[in-house]
């Protein structure tokens, strides 16, 4: 069924997910990667790849981060956090790890998410599909607030470090003759 404006309902839904996150979310999970030696992200799947996209903007900001259970991924220890991005609660087990290794938690989940409540901090984002018309496909409301939630804190980290749009490019890989 084809229905006109139907990205502008998609773009109205994220943005009512978008809403529900409380107040000064970004700049709590932004002072935690601030604290931390390192930054684990953790995710499965579509969520799994915007935890990456998300690592590709540490990153640029001079952040040391790794994707966890990645093979190039050193050990997580003392000072370091993990960051959980799940719908489902997917990645308890790796929490109850990194905190053995004296790693912090963090975590963004999903309304049903059966993730750890110790996870400090634990934002929930509330990505329950509407009832009527359309809805995003297979989970993507979650991952698409996810990823405009993630990009806020990116901005924010950007302002606390000082850092300009200048600095980012020339850490990025296809900054080569820019």
Known sequence: MKREGLAVD????????????PAGAAATLGRAVR??????????????LIAEAFGVRLAQMGIETHLAGSPMATAIG??????????????????RLA???GARVAALVGAKA??????????????????????????SLFEQALLLFLDAVAAW????????????????????GK
């Open 99 to 101: 905190r053995r290794r």
């Open 35 to 48: 604290r931390a030696r390192r930054v684990y992200l953790l995710g499965r799947g579509r969520t799994g």
């Open 114 to 139: 059966r993730f750890p409540q110790s996870a400090d901090p634990r934002i929930r984002i509330d990505a329950v599909a509407r009832r009527d018309g359309p809805p995003l496909l297979l989970g």
């Open 78 to 95: 003392r000072g370091d956090l993990l960051l959980a991005c799940s719908s489902t609660g997917w990645g308890a087990e790796w929490a």
């Open 10 to 21: 998609f773009a109205r839904e994220v943005g009512v997910v978008l809403e529900r996150i």
């Open 157 to 176: 980290l950007m302002e606390d470090l000082g850092l300009t749009e200048a600095e980012l490019w020339r850490r990025h890989t296809d900054s080569v």
